[in-house]
């Protein structure tokens, strides 16, 4: 993720054969790279004695938010990539790393708002499957992290269908890929049929200071995903994924259509080549 200014980025990166098994895999520790794109220098900000994922700048550029398991939450006397991830912050100045919120299952993809007032981010706090457990085996949502005051509120629920690499926070916006839920008594099929612009699969903008929601982008016979907000508040990059397994990146302009079917996408973007 870049900062602010665009002069850095910071990253996740396995590089060595933390688990002992021979290789260097996605089973390896990751730890936390800031490369400056001025002086293309790289320094290590966080070591993978831990597994980590997921960092971002404040907005101030003076920290890093990430995600790191560091609990031996299912008590089974080790950590490692059974356990949850919590939510940590790294001050850049001094190095100390402080650990900012837990949830009952995993937490994933922090994002600090502008204002630097709250933080949105993944979680899992809840047996959402009935299993008994609260673990990666159920969905999650995402929450607001108050920073001055600390507390958390949810922002999207789990049954909304939120994964946890398909929404980023702009401004006073939230862009995710979800299916909204309707509410007891009503289908999504039903929902959908009756009100497209606001329930179905597809990317949303919610806003997030009045909660209302409206589709952007609607899916065909493809999946999307990882979607981001550009600073204009209009233009959207995600991912397509066919059912080939063909993945392309993806931009529209949101203001002329209340949403997009993937057809009319594509003879936007053909039109702009």
């Known amino acids: 993720m870049p900062d602010r200014e665009g002069k850095r980025i910071v990253y996740a990166s396995t590089r060595r054969d933390t688990n002992g098994d021979g290789k260097v895999s996605f089973d390896d520790n990751a730890g936390i790279y800031l490369f400056d794109i001025e002086s293309r220098k790289e320094k290590r ?17 003076k920290a890093v938010y990430f995600v790191s398991i560091r609990i031996d939450t299912n008590s089974d006397g080790v950590i490692d990539f059974n356990d949850n991830f919590a939510v940590y912050r790294l001050t850049l100045a001094t190095g100390e790393i402080a ?21 949105y981010f993944w979680g899992i706090n809840e ?65 959908r049929k009756k009100d497209p612009e606001h329930f179905g699969p ?3 903008i919610v806003d997030l200071v009045t909660g209302t929601r409206r589709k952007v982008v609607e899916p065909a016979a493809e999946t999307l995903s990882q979607p981001a907000l550009a600073p204009d508040g209009h233009t959207i990059a995600f991912q397509r994924i066919q059912d080939n397994g063909t993945r392309f990146v993806c931009y529209y302009y949101d203001t002329d259509h209340p949403w997009l079917t993937a057809t009319e996408l594509i003879k936007i973007l053909k039109a702009a080549w």
């Not at 070591?47 to 404040?58: E, M, R």
């Not at 980023?168 to 309707?182: E, H, N, Q, T, Y």
């Open 45 to 61: 900000i966080v070591p993978d004695d831990f597994h980590n994922a997921d960092p971002s700048f404040s907005p101030d550029g």
């Open 99 to 119: 650990k900012i919120q837990a949830m009952p299952g995993d937490c994933r993809r922090p994002i600090v708002s502008e204002d630097g007032s709250s933080l």
């Open 127 to 191: 047996d959402a499957n009935g299993d008994g457990a609260v673990n990666a085996g159920d969905p999650g949502g995402v929450f607001r992290y108050d920073l001055a005051e600390p507390s958390v509120e949810p922002v999207l629920s789990w049954r909304n269908l939120v994964n946890c690499f398909d929404f980023s926070v702009r401004g006073g916006k939230l862009i995710a890929v979800m299916d909204p839920w309707p509410g007891e008594g009503v289908s999504r099929e039903e929902a």
């Open 202 to 204: 597809g990317i949303y």
